[in-house]
């Protein structure tokens, strides 16, 4: 069936860096696009990243942007997330998605839409010293 | 950045209808997905594109959109549906998601 592992979370220094992974199975890794969602304890959900299907269109949230890079890697069906110069505020589970991208028309104008059908369980990362 | 507000909690009677509003400007001019989220699972897509459900999730849960207000509605509510419940939209080049509510089936 449609599955995706993360792996790799675990505790870090302020400043130090880590790097996740999420495993794909069950589907045609390379006909989606891919996205990492965090949610910090206790808070809401929040976007990190999001990379379309060869790699080639990447975006990042504001308050992740410079110190993260998300990779993909479709011989593998496999995604990632480098993260540097880890804060405090990044102490979240962070969660891999499947991305649904698609194009809709709305008085006159054509927009980009996107949502995550398929999550995987998530990873944790906990920053502190 | 585009923003969007959602109630913090909604009550819900058992087998009433529970309705929650996600707020934004024009909002109605884009299309807005929800996301149920039990304590420690993954969230679950609910509704997509305003108004569509995945396969598996139960009539009960239904979707509109319109003007300034982006709404989920829960009929015949059930304790199994108490859950956070987030509302999401893509803006340009950036996901936003809602705040999200706790819904409580009482």
């Known amino acids: 069936q449609v599955q995706l592992v993360e792996s790799g979370g675990g505790l870090v220094n302020p400043g130090g860096s880590l790097r996740l992974s999420c495993a794909a199975s069950g589907f045609i890794f390379n006909d989606y696009y891919m996205t990492w969602i965090r949610q910090a304890p206790g808070k809401g959900l929040e976007w990190v990243s999001y990379?379309?299907?060869?790699?080639?269109?990447?975006y990042y949230a504001d308050s992740v942007k410079g110190r993260f890079t998300i990779s993909r890697d479709n011989a593998q069906s496999s995604l990632y997330l480098q993260m540097d110069s880890l804060k405090a505020d990044d102490t979240a589970v962070y969660y891999c998605?499947?991305?649904?991208?698609?194009?809709?028309?709305?008085?006159?104008?054509?927009?980009?839409?996107?949502?995550?059908?398929?999550w995987g369980k998530g990873t944790t990362v906990t920053v502190s010293s | 950045s585009y923003e969007v507000t959602q109630p913090l909690s909604v009550s819900v009677a058992l087998g009433q209808t529970a309705r929650i509003t996600c707020g934004g400007n024009?909002?109605?001019?884009?299309?807005v997905h929800w996301y149920q989220q039990k304590p420690g699972q993954a969230p679950v897509l609910v509704i997509y594109?305003?108004?569509n459900r995945p396969s598996g999730i139960p009539e009960r849960f239904s979707g509109s959109n319109s003007g300034n207000t982006a709404t989920l509605t829960i009929s015949r509510a059930q304790v199994g549906d108490e859950a956070d419940y987030y509302c999401q939209l893509w803006d340009s080049t950036s996901c936003v998601f809602g705040t999200g509510t706790k819904v409580t089936v009482l």
């Open positions: 998605a499947r991305d649904v991208s698609y194009n809709y028309y709305v008085s006159g104008n054509y927009y980009n839409g996107h949502y995550m059908d398929v």
């Open positions: 024009n909002i109605g001019s884009k299309n």
């Open positions: 990379i379309n299907s060869r790699g080639g269109t990447i």
């Open positions: 594109r305003d108004s």
